[in-house]
């Protein structure tokens, strides 16, 4: 009886003990999902948010999400068609580069990508993130703000001052520009505006079926990231997502 490639023995080095455990056990639920579920499919993240992970995987709790640490996971995959997990899979696994990760589900590949291209979530930019438009503030009284905030607001760099106890810009200020990279204080500013201008959404790259195998269905090159500060993955949620 032939053996089967999921029993194949990987080496994981330069690791504390601590942290081979955890790689040990990515690199197990790697290969059982393997075998569980029907269809992979290769996602890109576009501005990174773990708040919105956890809500997706409450929505699709019969699948499963990996994200992070991806040459642990492509270890659990097989990086060629001799350690492969199953036959093709060593695609996805070359594949499997940058800020992505893989859903696990026997759902069918029209449901999910219907489900993908409708679902995105808006939220605050953060520094490092390349904005699409141009927010200027007008000269003159913002009663939105408390004005035991106005000393704050002129430290992160408007100009401000407070008028019969209302905060008020003494000019025209321009928060940011169309096509510049955010900095701490304008992703600050924009989020006590309460303007919000990233949308987290997942980008299908490609799927892998056992019947049909690995096909790509953008070309990561093809997909424009808005690079912007990384938010950490906890180990947990990399591999835990019930």
């Known amino acids: 009886m032939p053996?089967?490639?999921?029993?194949?023995?990987?080496s994981l080095t330069k690791t504390t003990k601590k942290g081979l455990v955890l790689k040990q056990q990515i690199v197990e639920d790697v290969r059982n999902c393997v075998e569980k579920y029907a269809r992979i499919f290769l996602l890109s993240v576009r501005n990174m948010r773990n708040d919105k992970l956890k809500d997706i995987r409450s929505e699709w709790k019969d699948s499963r999400f990996f994200f992070g640490k991806n040459k642990v996971i492509a270890l659990g995959l097989g990086r060629s068609p001799e350690t492969e997990t199953a036959n093709d899979l060593h695609?996805?696994?070359?594949?499997l580069r940058g800020q992505c990760g893989l859903?696990?589900?026997?759902?069918?590949?029209k449901e999910v990508l219907n489900w993908m291209d409708e679902y995105e979530e808006i939220d605050y930019a953060r520094s490092g993130f390349i904005v699409q438009e141009t927010v200027v503030l007008s000269e003159g009284p913002m009663p939105e703000f408390s004005h035991s905030i106005e000393p704050h607001l002129r430290q992160l760099g408007m100009p401000t001052v407070l008028q019969k106890g209302v905060v008020t810009l003494i000019k025209e200020y321009t928060v940011c520009k169309a096509g510049q990279m955010l900095t701490p204080e304008q992703a600050r500013i924009l989020k006590l505006l309460n303007k919000p201008l990233a949308t987290f959404k997942l980008i299908p790259l490609g799927v892998f079926s056992k019947k049909h195998g690995y096909k790509q269905l953008i070309s990561q090159d093809d997909v424009k990231e808005n690079i912007e500060e990384q938010m950490d993955i906890t180990e947990m949620e990399?591999?835990?997502?019930t």
């Open 103 to 109: 859903l696990f589900t026997n759902r069918s590949k």
């Open 3 to 10: 053996k089967s490639k999921r029993d194949k023995k990987i």
């Open 91 to 95: 695609k996805l696994s070359l594949a």
């Open 238 to 241: 990399e591999i835990d997502n």
